[in-house]
Structures are given as structure tokens and as C-alpha cells.
């Protein structure tokens, strides 16, 4: 399964919304996890199951989505939340597979 | 609280063999399935390996499949990868990480072993 995430690279201004965009190229049910990754750091889960937030993800944080079409959504940014995001399928495995990410920068 | 540190990356020949070790702890080690994950300089993230908690599963990607062996000491709180046959395109930060069941969603990474092939 591919996953294509859109935009390669969002800039947005503190305090904006961010939509960042996920597809799969078959139905993987709401088998899809998102995770930030800051410069010099390990991925960290943020959702899982398209949409149930992590142990400690602040609520600015929310994922929806099902089938192929997935959205995470950062209500409000903060400084802390420029980073890179990958979404990745747990449906149909193996291997799983991951989308190429998407630059969440400080317009 | 749940730790992972990945050791023994380094720079390995091309053709020749590296051991990389992970060390769990802060959790139950051994009621949790086990993978690697890799991640090329500036590249996006590659899943490699998954073993199950009592390590009698196991799956590869297609890149590795015939050249890693992913294994697992309990008693030891250690996972560990076995790079054989190295490639230049193997070149890759490795992160060991952790699911709930064998191929749910990884909820822990540890911070990464950098290994580069290069002769």
C-alpha cells in the first residue's frame, strides 16, 4: 500500500489552523497512525486509529479520516508543533508503509 | 517510563556485517512485540523488522528480506538486529520500537542508532 501525504512542505502562522492530508492507495479501514518528528529526535505517535489521540497529545491535536482519505488537524499551532509529520497504515501488513512526510513550517 | 536505546551503529564495508542492540526497559519487555525502523539522511522513515514477544514470528521488508536477522533475548530486556552482507543503501539512522500486538500501531520509538556503509 502507498501512502501520499500533501502538501511536501505547509507554512503556517502561530496560532493558524494546519490540515495536513493523507491517502492511501486502497481501503486500510482506520488503520492509520500519525507522528511528529522534530529535527534530531525519534518519531513520537500522536493518533492512532485515524483519530484517538495518544497518551499526553494535547487536544489541539485530532485526526479524521477512513478508508483512503485521512486529515490531521492542528487547531491552533504553537511553536513546538514545527516539525515533520508522517502518517502510516497498519491495515495490510507486511511490510507497513509510510508516507514520505510533510514539513510543518513557521510562515 | 518506557525507554529504548538503540547501540552499535557505526561504519560497516560494504559486503561485511554489523550487530545492532537495543535496550528496553520501564515496560515488560517480554509481552511486547518488537520492530526496526530505519531512516536514510534527510529520507523518510522505512519500516525493516518485526519479531513477536515470545519471538517465534517474524517478518522483513523485501529490502532486507535474506540479509537481517531480527531476534530477541527476554531474559536480557534486548532486541537486536543482525546486518549482514552490508549495502550502501543500508546507510540509515535504526530506530527500535514497540507495538501493543504484532502489527498494531508502534507507540514508543527509541532514539536511534546512526550506521554508515561506506568503504
Known amino acids: 500500500i502507498v501512502m501520499t501525504q500533501s502538501p511536501v512542505t505547509l507554512s503556517v502562522s502561530l496560532g493558524e489552523r494546519a490540515t495536513l492530508s493523507c491517502r492511501a492507495s486502497?481501503?486500510?479501514?482506520?488503520?492509520l497512525a500519525w507522528y511528529q518528528q522534530k529535527p534530531g529526535q525519534a518519531p513520537r505517535l500522536l493518533i492512532f486509529?485515524?483519530?484517538t489521540r495518544a497518551t499526553g497529545i494535547p487536544d489541539r491535536f485530532s485526526g479524521s479520516g477512513s478508508g483512503t482519505e485521512f486529515t490531521l488537524t492542528i487547531s491552533s499551532l504553537q511553536s513546538e508543533d514545527f516539525a515533520v509529520y508522517y502518517c502510516?497504515?497498519?491495515?495490510?501488513?507486511?511490510?507497513?508503509?509510510f508516507g514520505q512526510g510533510t514539513k510543518l513550517e513557521i510562515k | 517510563q518506557v525507554q529504548l536505546v538503540a547501540s552499535g551503529g557505526g561504519v560497516g564495508q560494504p559486503g561485511r556485517s554489523l550487530r545492532l542492540s537495543c535496550a528496553a526497559s520501564?515496560?515488560?519487555?517480554?509481552?511486547?512485540?518488537m520492530h526496526w525502523v530505519r531512516q536514510a539522511p534527510g529520507k523518510g522513515l522505512e519500516w525493516v523488522a518485526v519479531?513477536?514477544?515470545?519471538?517465534?514470528?517474524?517478518n522483513y521488508a523485501d529490502s532486507v528480506k535474506g540479509r537481517f536477522t531480527i531476534s530477541r533475548d527476554n531474559s536480557k530486556n534486548t532486541l537486536y538486529l543482525q546486518l549482514n552482507s552490508l549495502r550502501a543503501e543500508d546507510t540509515a539512522i535504526y530506530y527500535c520500537?514497540?507495538?501493543?500486538?504484532?502489527?498494531?500501531?508502534?507507540?514508543?520509538w527509541g532514539q536511534g542508532t546512526l550506521v554508515t556503509v561506506s568503504s
Open positions: 520500537a514497540r507495538s501493543v500486538t504484532i502489527f498494531g500501531v508502534i507507540d514508543y
Open positions: 520501564g515496560f515488560t519487555f517480554r509481552n511486547y512485540p
Open positions: 519479531l513477536s514477544n515470545d519471538g517465534d514470528n517474524k
Open positions: 486502497q481501503s486500510i479501514s482506520s488503520k
Open positions: 486509529g485515524a483519530s
Open positions: 502510516q497504515q497498519y491495515n495490510n501488513w507486511p511490510p507497513y508503509t
